[in-house]
């Protein structure tokens, strides 16, 4: 089990940025996938983008073009870069962490104005 710390959410207006944060409490260098989620007040938690311990990415097609999922594992650490940020990306993103477990952050809210 990794714990899972996250930082970067807040308030920005439409076609804004942010910079989402998830620091580890280990290495992440063997951890088979890490990722974000968000969960939008009544809809289930959605896959936003996922990482390999390979490098691989993948993304959601509503962020695709707008949204980078990066590694620092020197820092231990996932960031999600947010551009062209709308509306619809309201939301409480977690980080995840899997490698035979699940490991969760507690969340950090997003507010996109119009």
């Known amino acids: 089990q990794v714990q899972l710390v996250e930082s970067g959410g807040g308030l920005v207006q439409a076609g804004g940025s942010l910079r989402l944060s998830c620091a580890a409490s280990?290495?992440?260098?063997?951890?088979?996938?890490m990722g974000w989620y968000r969960q939008a007040p009544g809809k289930q938690r959605e896959l936003v983008a996922a990482i390999t311990s390979g490098g691989s990415t993948n993304y959601a097609d509503s962020v695709k073009g707008r949204f980078t999922i990066s590694r620092d594992n020197a820092k231990n650490t996932v960031y999600l870069q947010m551009n062209s940020l709308k509306p619809e990306d309201t939301a409480v993103y977690y980080c995840?962490?899997?490698?035979?477990?699940?490991?969760w952050g507690q969340g950090t809210q997003v507010t996109v104005s119009s």
């Open positions: 995840n962490a899997y490698s035979g477990q699940y490991s």
């Open positions: 280990r290495s992440i260098f063997s951890i088979n996938v």
